[in-house]
């Protein structure tokens, strides 16, 4: 163990104030016993923007420790200038080892994207949330929310995933996409791509989400049941991508579109950077990876 | 008053982050034994295992109910107020966290804090020492943590508890979450949990 001690740091061993950290780990535990409830807790002001997930930044806080290896992601990759922020964030205030390695990590932080790699059972996956509530923009009221969650009433959820089908002949929503936990609460996955929604299903990595601005903790332990919500004739599916990866010719993976110039030019590749980079390394290459496009400098 | 021989943790920050992993980590994966060494010196009567987890959870903030044989040496609470800053209540359905010595005389599981429909995180943690824990038990688990099912053993496991156990998972949400520990060793039950006795 390495720990940096607050006198090195100014800060207390990842940077959150013990009390705080007992606060947040008793939401956190009650989280755990009720898969997909929204606990309520005294988010803190963090050294960072709301839109920085300082609500998944106070999860991690709580849970890691110094021998701990994190990875932090952003719509996939480890190297936006958030995931970078976060990163450095907790190797400054807890001394812990990081790493871009899914299979690597004890625990990782996530905005919007979960590893292309199968999560294991020594991990913690912890959701960056900007909006817990699936039923916010049908209800707008929290006493009311409160109170279809406590009768498990998601007739409205439901309304409006038809009134998409109505209008569009399917389910329009590819985001966000609502979930049933457990067989009782619906559930935000935090604005994931549906495509990652059947990852979430009896994972047997711990899933923890939190909400900075919206004040909420939730969680799905390990191997529990989460459906995404769908209907009998229009049952769910997630996105298909006609080609593999451009650049490591992976398929089933999900893809971004990355425009090459302003004649219309563009391909797809991995969102997933490590796991793209991972299979380029294994010598693995799409119709886009000349020598030109080395692992790694993607 | 305080013990003069009993100690908090060695490391306050660094044991409470360890001792809250394992915690969470068996409570994710229910019944799954977890080793836990806290390194404090309670109060004597007071077994470590408890002591640790109530300064991982409790502070002014949780009220604590300690069962007779606890509530029957004083220096337990002197103890748990003075490392914790948690008071005592005499009422289990008020308290965050109940710590029983005695699984056979403790109250009914209803009686304590079972949270409402639409705060049921509102509820009780009962802490329970028991005298041993052991992977293969005649109680067969499943539900949400459990890949398929888990034997556990827990003695002792008092005649009717399965099914008290049984009607705290009906409940649900509502309900207490359960941490059972033994010498060097803790397992959970939280309110999900199936049991079959083999
Ligand atoms: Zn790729």
Redesign the interface.
């Known amino acids: 163990?390495n720990?940096p001690s607050p006198a090195e740091t100014g800060y207390?061993?990842a940077y959150l104030d013990?009390?705080t950290?007992?606060?947040i780990?008793?939401?956190?535990?009650?989280?755990?016993?009720?898969?997909g409830?929204q606990?309520?807790f005294a988010s803190r002001e963090m050294p960072m923007p709301y839109g920085w997930g300082t609500g998944g930044v106070q999860v991690t806080a709580?849970?890691?420790?110094?021998d701990d290896v994190l990875k932090v992601i952003d719509q996939g990759s480890d190297d936006t200038t958030n995931a970078v922020s976060i990163r450095k964030f907790f190797a400054k205030t807890a001394g812990v080892a990081t790493t871009t390695r899914t299979a690597e990590a004890t625990v990782i932080q996530t905005r919007h994207r979960i590893p292309e790699t199968p999560l294991s059972?020594g991990q913690i996956l912890v959701y960056q949330v900007p909006i817990p509530e699936p039923l916010r923009f049908l209800e707008p009221r929290e006493t009311e929310t409160?109170?279809l969650?406590?009768?498990a009433d998601y007739g409205l959820m439901h309304v409006k995933l038809y009134e998409d089908i109505a209008r569009h002949g399917h389910i329009a929503t590819t985001y966000d996409y609502p979930v049933e936990v457990?067989g009782?609460?619906v559930m935000n996955p935090s604005p994931t791509p549906k495509f990652d929604n059947p990852k979430m299903h009896?994972s047997?990595a711990?899933q923890l989400f939190g909400a900075g601005r919206e004040k909420r903790i939730y969680?799905v332990?390990?191997?529990?049941?989460v459906v995404s919500l769908d209907f009998e004739d229009h049952p769910f599916e997630v996105q298909r991508f006609e080609k593999p990866c451009a650049l490591c010719a992976a398929t089933g993976v999900y893809l971004d579109e990355v425009v090459l110039d302003d004649r219309g030019g563009r391909m797809f590749v991995c969102s997933d950077s490590d796991y793209c980079a991972s299979r380029r390394d294994a010598g693995h290459r799409g119709e886009m990876a000349g020598d030109a496009l080395p692992a790694g400098q993607s | 008053m305080l013990d003069v021989a009993s100690t908090g943790f060695a490391d306050p920050v660094l044991d409470a982050q360890a001792q809250f992993r394992a915690l969470a980590d068996a409570l994710a994966r229910p019944g799954s034994l977890r080793a836990f060494t806290p390194r404090l010196t309670p109060p004597v009567g007071f077994p470590a295992a408890l002591a640790s987890i109530a300064l991982t959870v409790a502070d002014h903030e949780t009220a604590i109910w300690l069962d007779p044989a606890f509530a029957a040496d004083p220096g337990i609470a002197v103890w748990l107020a003075f490392h914790s800053g948690a008071r005592t209540t005499s009422d289990p359905s008020e308290a965050a966290f109940a710590f029983v010595a005695d699984i056979r005389a403790m109250p009914p599981l209803a009686a304590f804090g079972l949270g409402d429909e639409a705060y049921p995180d509102r509820s009780t943690t009962l802490v329970i020492a028991v005298e041993s824990l052991a992977e293969e038990g005649a109680l067969v688990l499943s539900g949400p943590g459990i890949e398929t099912d888990r034997r556990l053993g827990v003695t002792p496991w008092p005649e009717g508890f399965s099914a008290q156990f049984a009607a705290n998972r009906a409940l649900f949400p509502r309900g207490v979450d359960l941490i059972l520990a033994a010498q060097g060793v803790i397992a959970a039950l939280p309110r999900t949990t199936r049991i079959r006795e083999a």
């Open positions: 163990m720990a207390n061993f013990e009390q950290k007992r606060m780990r008793r939401a956190i535990l009650k989280a755990i016993a009720i898969p409830y606990v309520p709580a849970v890691i420790g110094p059972e409160r109170k969650h406590a009768l457990a009782r609460y009896r047997p711990l969680a332990p390990p191997y529990t049941d």
